[in-house]
């Protein structure tokens, strides 16, 4: 019997898994949680095989939750069933170790059978994925370029961002300027734009 934790914050998503991993004979469903932060704590519990984890998650982010359940947990495998399929992402996935990237539009049964390889071991990431995610490589913006973008996103002001992050304001447009050109972009927005698209925000 392969032991599954699903952690995914829309409700009616949640339990449309639920129903769907217990017609299965061979998965039971130990746990089922809405927020990033509480999956090591609950898998540490219940010892499942196999944790399915969405990226956006309240808390913190199934990506990094993936990185500590690996550090915490190993023997139990993460695999990510996300509607945030860009590139950067599945990049950001595979080196925190997940064993398999499913897209939440991918066919109902591809779901168990990615569960049952992932606990048998192998990897599962669409190869379509891969390639794109191969074509745009991993983010060419430093840890502090993607802070200040990522505070940009929200909408905020220089000043703003500055205060945020215990920068001056000097300081963050010059991290604005190198992410812009960095990216390829014509101003802020588009930077935004293109580095939200390829997963690196």
């Keep these: 019997m392969i032991r599954v934790l699903i952690a995914e ?56 939750a993936a ?23 599945l990049l950001r996935a595979l080196k925190v170790h ?8 991918a066919p109902a049964d591809t779901l168990a059978d990615g569960i049952r390889r992932v606990a048998a071991g192998e990897r599962v990431i669409d190869p379509d994925l891969v390639a794109a995610a191969l074509e745009t490589g991993s983010t060419p913006l430093t ?11 929200d909408g905020i002001t220089t000043e703003q961002i500055a205060a945020r992050l215990a920068l001056s304001p000097a300081t963050v447009r010059n991290y604005l300027s ?19 698209d390829a997963g690196w925000l």
């Excluded at 809405?34 to 219940?46: C, F, K, N, Q, S």
């Excluded at 997940?98 to 539009?105: E, Q, T």
């Design 9 to 64: 914050d829309m409700h009616l998503i949640r339990g449309a898994l639920v129903a769907l991993l217990s017609l299965e004979d061979d998965m039971e469903v130990v746990a089922e949680l809405d927020r990033g932060d509480e999956i090591v704590a609950t898998a540490l519990r219940t010892r499942p095989d196999v944790a399915v984890l969405d990226i956006d998650l309240p808390g913190l982010d199934g990506l990094s």
């Design 67 to 89: 990185e500590q359940l690996h550090e915490q947990l190993p023997e139990c495998r993460a695999l990510v069933l996300t509607g945030l399929g860009q590139p950067g992402n």
């Design 98 to 105: 997940v064993r398999g990237f499913i897209v939440k539009d």
């Design 143 to 153: 840890a502090r370029e993607t802070d200040v973008l990522r505070a940009a996103g």
């Design 178 to 196: 190198n992410a812009i050109t960095k990216v390829g972009a014509r101003n802020r927005i588009d930077a935004i734009r293109i580095a939200h």
